[in-house]
């Protein structure tokens, strides 16, 4: 089996398994209501809104982008020793990449959003500093596929390739579900929130838990409704429900007929991978010069390893992760040392027809004790979930870190991959987790019942706005949800979970609600929409997660997509800004821009004000007016599509939201 197979990676509940596990309490009329803090001003403070970000660990070591992301947000943050005045942060979710899975919750959450936690913090316990509340994402309700349970139970498949991953994929390669959104709500939710009365005491720097999987809080002159939208793709019980099931039904069929295709594609990129991989270990074998190079690094991978088990036995009351995590580095760091005294021994043979046979065969042993150490750095993570800030985590994740950058020079060296096939792996590999999201949808789809149209969230969400307008009438409305009302990045534009969110919440939101902020798709963007006049709709996914998408309008794209431009047009865009993949900087740099919102509230105005943080070759900087591209009217024809640097978009009320250009 091929370790790029793309046979049934994902699984996700059905909504109404979403429903019935994780909706708090039963009684009819609850508020879900989160009792915060009033920020400083209540007329005037800031805000800042982010999604789609937990995937630090497919960037390889070093610096990710959700790190970069984060310290800019914290930096924009009215945290100690910041100059920020933000005192508040919604998340759009997607909160761990690939499937929510516990383990990854330290490094894909903890860690880069560190200065907003208390140091105490656990992954079992997480206090935030100020008010920091997401809602759940796709991600965050999935599971494993029998693709990915096979390669989590065979460590050395493809010998080599997990300590260069994040040179390969576009995503991290998982280990674990999400136990159908437990991790989230482990995290998050209070379960016992239905026995409170009133709002749920939301305390910065002792308790910070949530109400409900949805939920709202009025923060000084505004309401937020914070959804999810998971739940709400499903249409109502009027619907011809045998036609629902056969249109997904045809669907997969096309989707399935997709992921063989694909499957072949990366089986012929696996072989010339491996065809490659071998050709460098040969070359390397005749090479002295590289052999001692490589010689230095065997030696400090074997100092780092030893480095990691010490801190792991240093650990005070060890975890039984922490206990099997001891027990997987000893047997990363004997397997490592087997194949560098082989290599060693090859090294120096005085047999010159057999040595470079015999250095070849060493080679690809350390290669399979690497995928022994990545596997061993996965229960490392298990383990940093249970230990609080202090020396110990500190030497623990700093010699982690040593490990994982060890690896990745040692593959570097030893089986550097041709940056052309890289990329076409990075791309095929993109496009299956298109096709496995896809499938995962409209496989739910053809078991559709009534009871997956989520009616009490779509009720709760009319009485709590009809409640808002009713009491504080002045007040701002903002709702965050995980999936946009519109977007034009390609592989979710117009596809049946946006249209179907949009189909029911557009009636609750028009007229009512001045923001809707949302994620799933990994990009910038702002639209106004006709069907939505004095709405600002904001799509914000580009706050971490590694592969960030292109648009549909882009000219070149637009061409094999015109039905989807259609139907953005025909339900109401009439003007779209888009960045991420582009636009290319002033001075040439051409990195991707990752961003998040900072949003300023007054009694006049709500000003969104995207800001960038563009990845360069050697780090990242922050681009702000963030260059985006610009289709100021949708027409018939090609739309306009200029590079331009947006400063703010400013909401008014019973006003068209307007844009600031620098």
């Known amino acids: ?325 001891v027990d997987a580095v000893v047997v990363a760091e004997r397997r490592w040392s087997e194949g560098a005294e082989d290599f060693l021994a090859a090294d120096a043979s005085t047999d010159a027809d057999g040595r470079e046979e015999a250095v070849g065969a060493a080679l690809r042993a350390l290669e399979e004790a690497s995928d022994e150490g990545c596997t061993a750095l996965r229960a490392v993570e298990a383990c940093l979930t249970s230990l609080p800030e202090g020396t110990a985590r500190a030497q623990l994740l700093g010699a982690r870190g040593e490990v994982e950058t060890g690896f990745d020079s040692w593959a570097d060296l030893v089986t550097p991959t041709p940056p052309e096939l890289s990329a076409r792996l990075h791309r095929l590999s993109e496009e299956a987790l298109d096709v496995q999201r896809e499938l995962t949808l409209e496989r739910r789809r053809t078991h559709y019942r009534p009871e997956d149209h989520d009616a009490a969230q779509l009720r709760w969400l009319e009485e709590s706005l009809a409640q808002s307008e009713r009491e504080r009438p002045d007040a701002w409305r903002v709702v965050y949800l995980h999936h946009p009302l519109y977007t034009t990045i390609s592989n979710h534009c117009e596809r049946p979970d946006v249209q179907a969110v949009r189909e029911n919440l557009l009636g609750l939101l028009k007229d009512r609600v001045h923001l809707v902020i949302t994620g799933h798709s990994h990009a910038f963007e702002w639209f106004r929409s006709s069907l939505l006049p004095h709405t600002g709709l904001f799509v914000t996914g580009g706050g971490g997660q590694i592969s960030l998408r292109p648009s549909l309008l882009e000219p070149r794209r637009l061409q094999r997509h015109p039905h989807y431009y259609s139907a953005l047009r025909e339900n109401g865009v009439e003007e779209c800004a888009m960045g991420g993949r582009g636009p290319v900087a002033e001075d040439g740099e051409a990195g991707s821009v990752y961003h998040y919102l900072r949003i300023e509230v007054t009694p006049d105005a709500l000003v969104v004000r995207p800001v960038g943080v563009r990845r360069l070759a050697t780090g990242y900087r922050r681009e702000e007016p963030m260059p985006v591209y610009h289709a100021a009217h949708l027409p018939p024809a090609r739309p306009p599509w200029k590079p331009r640097r947006l400063v703010r978009v400013e909401v008014r009320r019973n006003q068209p939201p307007r844009a600031e250009w620098a």
């Open 1 to 325: 089996m091929s370790v790029f197979s793309v046979t049934n990676w994902l699984t996700s509940p059905a909504d109404r398994d979403i429903i019935t596990r994780w909706t708090i309490g039963t009684d009819q009329g609850m508020s879900y209501a989160l009792d915060v803090p009033p920020p400083p001003d209540t007329d005037n403070w800031e805000f800042l809104a982010l999604g789609d970000t937990g995937d630090s660990d497919a960037a390889g070591p070093g610096i990710s982008p959700q790190d970069a992301v984060a310290q800019q947000m914290a930096a924009d943050a009215d945290l100690p020793d910041m100059p920020g005045r933000a005192s508040l942060v919604v998340h759009t979710g997607d909160i761990i990449y690939m499937t929510g899975e516990r383990r990854l919750y330290d490094r894909n959450f903890r860690q880069p959003y560190s200065a907003f936690l208390t140091p105490e913090s656990t992954v079992d316990d997480f206090v935030f500093r100020m008010p920091f509340l997401p809602v759940p994402g796709n991600h965050d309700y999935y599971d494993l596929g029998g693709w990915a349970r096979w390669l989590a139970r065979v460590p050395i498949l493809g010998a080599g390739l997990r300590a260069i991953a994040h040179q390969l994929f576009a995503f991290s390669l998982p280990e674990g579900g999400s136990e159908r959104g437990r991790a989230y709500m482990q995290a998050f939710v209070d379960a016992k929130a239905d026995t409170r009365e009133g709002p749920l005491l939301y305390q910065p720097g002792e308790r910070t838990r949530l109400p409900n999987r949805y939920y709202r809080f009025q923060r000084g002159n505004v309401d937020f409704f914070a959804l999810d939208s998971n739940t709400l793709d499903a249409p109502p019980p009027s619907v011809d429900q045998k036609q629902i099931r056969a249109d997904a039904a045809a669907r997969v069929e096309a989707l399935e007929t997709r992921s063989r295709a694909l499957d072949k594609e990366l089986r012929r990129g696996q072989m010339s991978l491996d065809r490659e991989r071998k050709a460098q270990r040969l070359e390397a074998a005749g090479d002295p010069e590289r052999r001692a190079q490589i010689t230095q690094r065997v030696g400090a991978v074997a100092a780092a390893i030893a480095k990691l088990l010490s801190a792991l036995r240093a650990v005070e009351s060890p975890s039984d992760a922490c206990q099997s995590a």
